[in-house]
């Protein structure tokens, strides 16, 4: 699964790698090194205009915890943070929106832990890993994203929808499979413009567009045991361990 990520590049930056045509300068969203779920994130999405019906490329905060339009309380949505390729196009939670509402959540790496065997005092430990290009480029990771209505506010005002959104994952491979048995799936940018388009519907043709991050050239170094806590933020997240006594 992926279940923490980071993502700390500027909205302007953002908008020029995506080639975004609409964002609010408004909407806000800070840069995390400890992105966890129900936080609001950036994603790349495309939505046709309200008035003019032309489709636009949009980079929007959505809410990370994807919230079906049938949920009865948005608290589903922590639950659904990552949906299983290997499913996700048939399940009732995903499919409408893996055949019209897809988006690429930008991220700089993700977290995993890896379990390590207990020592001599019996106590096995878990070590967080970050994982990410070798390069530094950004990973466009496959998402979706739904709609869900407050069902006490009224239809026609706008603080009553939730824009949710959930993680592609697969297994794991490469530096990832060391760690952990699953791992987000990216979008190579060459495929940027088919995964968007919300009028592609054909659904092996838009799972074969789903790929390992950085083409599998990723590097894993493990981190500070800090990121464990959600309430922790910085980039001392990524420091390395301190050397375990013993």
Same mark, same amino acid.
């Given at each position: 699964?992926? *279940?923490?990520?980071?993502?700390?590049?500027?909205? @302007?930056?953002?908008? *020029?790698?995506?080639?975004?045509?609409?964002?609010?300068? @408004?909407?806000v969203v800070e840069p995390s090194w400890n992105v966890a779920p129900?936080?609001?994130?950036? =994603?790349?999405?495309?939505? #046709?205009? @309200?008035d003019t019906g032309e489709v636009e490329r949009q980079l929007r905060p959505l809410r990370w915890g994807l919230v079906p339009s049938w949920a009865k309380s948005p608290s589903i949505g922590s639950?659904?943070?990552n949906a299983r390729l290997e499913t996700a196009h048939e399940k009732p939670a995903? &499919? &409408? =929106?893996?055949a019209k509402r897809r988006c690429l959540l930008p991220a700089d790496g993700f977290y995993e832990w890896q379990t390590i065997p207990a020592?001599?005092?019996?106590? #096995? &430990?878990?070590?967080?890993?970050?994982i990410a290009?070798?390069?530094a480029s950004v990973m466009a990771m496959a998402g979706l994203y739904e709609?869900?209505?407050?069902?006490?506010? #009224? =239809? @026609?005002?706008?603080a009553a929808w939730w824009m949710t959104c959930t993680i592609i994952t697969t297994e794991a491979k490469d530096a990832a499979g060391r760690i952990h048995p699953r791992m987000p799936l990216a979008v190579a940018r060459t495929d940027w413009a088919s995964w968007l388009d919300p009028t592609h519907h054909d659904t092996e043709e838009l799972r074969a567009l789903l790929t390992t991050p950085a083409a599998g050239h990723l590097a894993a170094r493990p981190v500070s045991t =800090?990121?464990?806590?959600?309430?922790n933020n910085g980039p001392h997240l990524l420091d390395p361990p301190p050397p375990q006594a013993g």
């Open positions: 699964m992926c *279940g923490r990520y980071v993502s700390t590049r500027r909205p @302007e930056d953002l908008a *020029g790698l995506f080639q975004v045509t609409r964002w609010n300068a @408004e909407e129900t936080d609001a994130v950036w =994603a790349v999405l495309e939505r #046709a205009h @309200e639950k659904m943070i995903y &499919r &409408r =929106a893996f020592n001599e005092k019996g106590k #096995a &430990r878990k070590q967080p890993w970050f290009p070798e390069d709609y869900w209505r407050d069902p006490e506010g #009224a =239809a @026609e005002d706008p =800090a990121v464990n806590n959600v309430r």
